[in-house]
T-cell receptor, first 113, second 117 residues
């Protein structure tokens, strides 16, 4: 059974600081996704990581994937209040098929001025 | 291009009733997946449909069912509602075709918030 663990589950940080959210998964996967969810809203796709060593950046967010360690990180640089949200990682089983995604429990991020 | 749409957005039902939720995928997308989101269990995969066939199913009881129509629109049905079925139900669509579609990026709709009293 594929399991996905995120940590921390809750993070309060100040504007301007850097921090990293970690996502570990239990079995082989060739696709990892990061999503953002604002309160009462749906999921917004942030990154799709497809291969070992993949790194993607968008603004103050950067995601990376290490398939050997079964680890992905989402790094926040010089945080701003607008990045306050819940961040989920999700993993698909290997094989290229459209399997359902297994989600982590989410990291609730609060960025304070 | 219009996004994924879900109807209704909010629904209140009582225990024992049944409910049908609808999802219209992004134009051209052929795969529709359903997820349940609750504070306790988080996001859980319900099932996935592709070309009117259920391809994958999560670990939910048989009270949860779905179908997909020839235009890729999908419905999910929950019968004999229980209090624990109160949740946000999210639908996601993806292209799932050819080599570029192999990674199956899923785009989520706004969700239907179901409250069971």
């Amino acid at each position: 059974e594929l399991k996905v663990e995120q940590n921390p589950l809750f993070l309060s940080m100040q504007e301007g600081k850097n921090y990293t959210i970690y996502c570990n998964y239990s079995t082989t996967s060739d696709r990892l996704y990061w999503y953002r969810q604002d309160p009462g809203k749906s999921l917004e796709s942030l990154f799709v990581l497809l291969s070992n060593g993949a790194v993607k950046q968008e603004g103050r967010l950067m995601a990376s994937l290490d398939t050997k360690a079964r680890l992905s990180t989402l790094h926040i640089t010089a945080a701003v209040h607008d990045l306050s949200a819940t961040y989920f990682c999700a993993v698909a089983r290997s094989g290229g098929g459209a399997d359902g995604l297994t989600f982590g429990k989410g990291t609730h991020l609060i960025i304070q001025p | 291009k219009a996004g994924v749409t879900q109807t209704p957005r909010y629904l209140i039902k009582t225990r024992g009733q049944q409910v049908t939720l609808s999802c219209s995928p992004i134009s051209g997308h052929r795969s529709v997946s359903w997820y349940q989101q609750t504070p306790g269990q988080g996001l859980q995969f319900l099932f996935e449909y592709f070309s009117e066939t259920q391809r994958n199913k999560g670990n939910f009881p048989g009270r949860f069912s779905g179908r997909q129509f020839s235009n890729s629109r999908s419905e999910m049905n929950v019968s004999t509602l229980e209090l624990g079925d109160s949740a946000l139900y999210l639908c996601a669509s993806s292209w799932r075709g050819g080599r570029e579609g192999n990674y199956n990026e899923q785009f989520f709709g706004p969700g239907t918030r179901l409250t069971v009293l």
